[in-house]
């Protein structure tokens, strides 16, 4: 695993190491992450997440992510858009979420920038595919050191100053590059995964908005 970044479950299947060989980890590792996503709520949700995500493990946010969800109306960005106040200290004390104050406040003002980039372009999923990087920017080779060096892309540095520039907040360049891998943007899985071949072919198959 050192130099491969490459774990063999008990399954005999080799797997990016970041699972760590934890069933429900694995489970988002082999099922979720990297596979293209259109849909505009599981677009808004992971970025809300990977906000909520810094400074912690994604594991804990996985943890509550069904919590997060019934705390966030389901993540659909029109109900998000009209919390107030009395919203706000609801989910601050709501023990099943991060309850931090700052990044509550950011996912509803974040709603309310969704409504309106919506608007702009018809939907989330067409803004934020417009920023799927070119093959010719991508490593040829996805082996440990390459993703360990690459924390952050001109593509995520470019979409972050965009989304900055329209209000949203916490989306940092490391924030939205692991939306990006997350939601299918690019393929981060390693060299020798068996998920790589996989994801290669669904965004292959996959018909861009």
């Known amino acids: 695993m050192e130099k491969t970044g490459i774990i063999i479950g008990e399954d005999g299947r080799s797997r990016?190491?970041?699972?760590?060989?934890?069933?429900?980890?694995?489970?988002?590792?082999?099922?979720?992450?990297?596979?293209?996503?259109?849909?505009?709520?599981?677009?808004?949700?992971?970025?809300?997440?990977?906000g909520f995500q810094s400074g912690l493990s994604w594991l804990t946010i996985l943890r509550k992510r069904e919590n997060f969800r019934a705390a966030f109306a389901g993540f659909d960005f029109e109900k998000v858009a009209s919390f107030d106040q009395d919203d706000v200290e609801r989910l601050v004390a709501d023990a099943g979420i991060i309850r931090h104050r700052g990044k509550i406040v950011s996912?509803?003002?974040?709603?309310?920038?969704?409504?309106?980039?919506?608007?702009?372009?018809?939907?989330?999923?067409?803004?934020?595919?417009?920023?799927?990087?070119?093959?010719?920017?991508?490593?040829?080779?996805?082996?440990?050191?390459?993703l360990r060096a690459n924390p952050t892309t001109a593509t995520s540095i470019r979409l972050s100053k965009d989304l900055k520039k329209r209000g949203w907040t916490f989306v940092g360049p490391t924030t939205v590059y692991a939306f990006m891998q997350a939601?299918?943007?690019?393929?981060?899985?390693?060299?020798?995964?068996?998920?790589?071949?996989?994801?290669?072919?669904?965004?292959?198959?996959?018909?861009?908005?």
């Open 183 to 209: 939601m299918g943007l690019v393929n981060d899985h390693l060299t020798g995964c068996f998920c790589q071949a996989e994801v290669d072919r669904l965004r292959a198959e996959f018909i861009r908005p």
């Open 107 to 146: 996912t509803i003002n974040n709603a309310r920038r969704a409504v309106e980039l919506r608007g702009e372009f018809g939907s989330l999923a067409k803004f934020f595919w417009s920023f799927e990087p070119s093959p010719a920017d991508r490593p040829a080779v996805m082996d440990l050191a390459t």
């Open 16 to 50: 990016c190491f970041w699972h760590g060989g934890l069933d429900d980890y694995r489970r988002y590792h082999d099922e979720e992450w990297g596979r293209p996503v259109t849909d505009d709520f599981r677009l808004f949700e992971k970025i809300c997440l990977e």
